[in-house]
T-cell receptor, first 114, second 109 residues
């Protein structure tokens, strides 16, 4: 079974703090993704990576950065947390290639910024 | 116009009935189509994929695709209370998967 593990399930951070969300997958997947999910807006792609040290902006990259130093690990960084970044963050992974590859999600990280 | 449109629901059906979930998409380059189920407070999990026009059946689930109409649907036969969840439509083209906001399904026992 594919396992995508997000180390922090529930976090409360203060405005202006730097926040790190960590994600590890154990199936040697090339592609990794960070999404956020908000009611009524669905899943929105923040960043994705198709290889180590490679990253591509998604639809809403502003205020975020990512790091992929190892194939199995993909980190999301909120440089200076703001209240509008309160959300559920989902890490995901998939095999390399076009289309037909299933995206596997982690359990999610619920972030509240106060 | 949203890239992926789904009726947000809730769609309420009695136990044993057929639940019909619909999705339209705007990107004609979409090649693969996925349906994910998401229980409240949980992450999405894949339940069906379809790649060519027509129907694809898997147990109680049937996915239907019509690329000319840019329409994909999911039928759930013999609906069970455990099917109560949000269903996300996810057309995919190239590296890009666009998720719909989902339809909430409620199956009444």
């Amino acid at each position: 079974d594919v396992k995508v593990t997000q180390s922090s399930r529930y976090l409360v951070k203060r405005t202006g703090e730097k926040v790190f969300l960590e994600c590890v997958q154990d199936m040697d997947h090339e592609n990794m993704f960070w999404y956020r999910q908000d009611p009524g807006l669905g899943l929105r792609l923040i960043y994705f990576s198709y290889d180590v040290k490679m990253k591509e902006k998604g639809d809403i990259p502003e205020g975020y950065s990512v790091s992929r130093e190892k194939k199995e690990r993909f980190s999301l960084i909120l440089e200076s947390a703001s209240t509008n970044q309160t959300s559920m963050y989902l890490c995901a992974s998939s095999l390399r290639g076009f289309s037909g590859n299933t995206i596997y999600f982690g359990e999610g990280s619920w972030l509240t910024v106060v | 116009q949203k890239e992926v449109e789904q009726n947000s629901g809730p769609l309420s059906v009695p136990e044993g009935a057929i639940a019909s979930l619909n999705c339209t998409y705007s990107d004609r380059g979409s090649q693969s189509f996925f349906w994910y189920r998401q229980y409240s407070g949980k992450s999405p999990e894949l339940i069906m994929s379809i790649y060519s026009n027509g129907d694809k059946e898997d147990g109680r689930f049937t996915a239907q695709l019509n690329k000319a109409s840019q329409y994909v649907s999911l039928l759930i036969r013999d609906s069970q209370p455990s099917d109560s969840a949000t269903y996300l439509c996810a057309p995919t083209g190239g590296f890009k998967t666009i998720f719909g906001a989902g339809t909430r399904l409620f199956v009444k026992a």
